[in-house]
Nanobody
Framework: QVQLVESGGGLVQAGGSLRLSCVAP????????MGWFRQVPGLEREFVAA????????RYADSVKGRFTISRDGAQNTVYLQMNSLKPEDTAVYYC????????????????WGQGTQVTVSS
């Protein structure tokens, strides 16, 4: 069982910043695209950002473009999500994801999930 371990969630005021981290096993990190999804209770899990295995291709949801940045650190087997200018509507549980497809266009594309980390943005 592949384990993705997230950290970095918390409570922040609107306009603030947080950085999420996700550590993956080395083989997983080197052979999969890595990304982030989020979910609000009662709603479907939605795509946030993804970066290809090579790190060359990056994709963002329209709702976070210009505010969030995804990055990969091969030496640390870690993917980050830097979240700036946070809004109350960004409040959700954020999940790290690994997929053979960098687009992560559908949930069924995801091979492995992290356990989730709560992000709460107060107004």
């Amino acid at each position: 069982q592949v384990q993705l371990v997230e950290s970095g969630g918390g409570l922040v005021q609107a306009g603030g910043s947080l950085r999420l981290s996700c550590v993956a096993p080395g083989r997983t990190f080197s052979t999969y695209a890595m990304g982030w999804f989020r979910q609000v209770p009662g709603l479907e899990r939605e795509f946030v950002a993804a970066k290809s295995r090579s790190g060359v291709i990056t994709r963002y949801a329209d709702s976070v473009k210009g505010r969030f940045t995804i990055s990969r650190d091969g030496a640390q087997n870690t993917v980050y999500l830097q979240m700036n200018s946070l809004k109350p509507e960004d409040t959700a549980v954020y999940y790290c994801a690994a997929s053979k497809s960098y687009t992560m266009a559908v949930i069924s594309d995801i091979a492995y999930w992290g356990q989730g980390t709560q992000v709460t943005v107060s107004s």
